[in-house]
């Protein structure tokens, strides 16, 4: 099959490598879409330590199901689905307790596990609604590919818990900014304050629904939100950028 391969920094090479192999608890999914996440470009552009010639990165994927073991009972060939690929070792007492994702052995797709940037990849635990979930295959593959990114804005909300009176600002409006704020109106939340420093991305998020939006290029966010509140200031903020700046304004 043709893969991306990363072979260093800013050296990643399309090639013929062998298909995924399927594990036990596992499935193979034939890819129809895959995102590109912002530390896919870290490592593309940088390398790190765990991240060696010859992996293939890429976790925001979606696509059809090809093969599947007979120990997965609820998911079969055929099914359209977005997935989670991790690896957990089933013996620590995270993965006894069912609670998979907090293995600390846990191997990661697209770093340990060979990832979607390839025309097959592999699931090696796949459990249906916790890291597969099946598509009604209504909307395009590429909109189903952002599931991923959207449940991790989704579940930032979940836990901050807002009220809808709050007033509440989001920090940088990428995918992930973006989807908390599709999120936070599902909860009601009526006063959303982005800062962002792309105009297309602020363009974006007031299509989306953001109340406030404020350029970080050409204003000083921390004036502006301290206007916009009267001087009260925030009730919640969400810092979606991963950058040290916003951390630092007060």
């Known amino acids: 099959m043709k893969a991306a391969v990363f072979h260093g920094p800013n050296d990643t090479r399309v090639e013929d490598v062998e298909k995924p192999k399927l594990f036990k608890t596992g499935i193979i999914v034939r890819v129809k879409a895959c995102g590109i996440c912002d530390s896919d470009l870290h490592f593309y552009k940088l390398g790190g330590k765990r991240m060696h010639p ?57 770093i340990d596990i060979p990832g979607a940037y390839a025309e097959y990849t592999s699931v090696p635990l796949a459990v249906l609604n916790k890291t597969v979930f099946r598509l009604a295959g209504s909307t395009t593959y590429e909109r189903d590919a952002l599931i991923e990114p959207f449940g991790v804005g989704y579940l930032a909300t979940v836990r901050a818990n807002p009220r809808p009176a709050d007033t509440i600002a989001i920090f940088g409006a ?35 629904g953001a109340d406030i ?9 921390a004036a502006r939100i301290s206007e916009v509140t009267g001087g009260t200031g925030l009730d919640m903020a969400l810092e979606c950028t991963g950058v040290r700046k916003p951390f630092l304004q007060r």
């Open 54 to 110: 010859g992996t293939i990165m890429g976790h925001e994927f979606c696509g059809d199901v090809v093969e599947v073991v007979d120990e997965v009972k609820d998911i079969k060939a055929g099914d359209r689905v977005a997935a989670i690929s991790i690896q957990p070792c089933f013996k620590c007492a995270m993965c006894k307790a069912g609670l998979h994702e907090l293995c600390p052995a846990l191997g990661s797709g697209g």
């Open 174 to 208: 990428g995918i992930i900014g973006l989807s908390c704020i599709v999120a936070l109106k599902a909860r009601g939340v009526s006063r959303i304050i982005v800062s962002e420093t792309s105009r297309l991305r602020l363009q974006t998020a007031g299509n989306l």
């Open 213 to 221: 939006l404020i350029n970080a290029a050409e204003e000083d966010v």
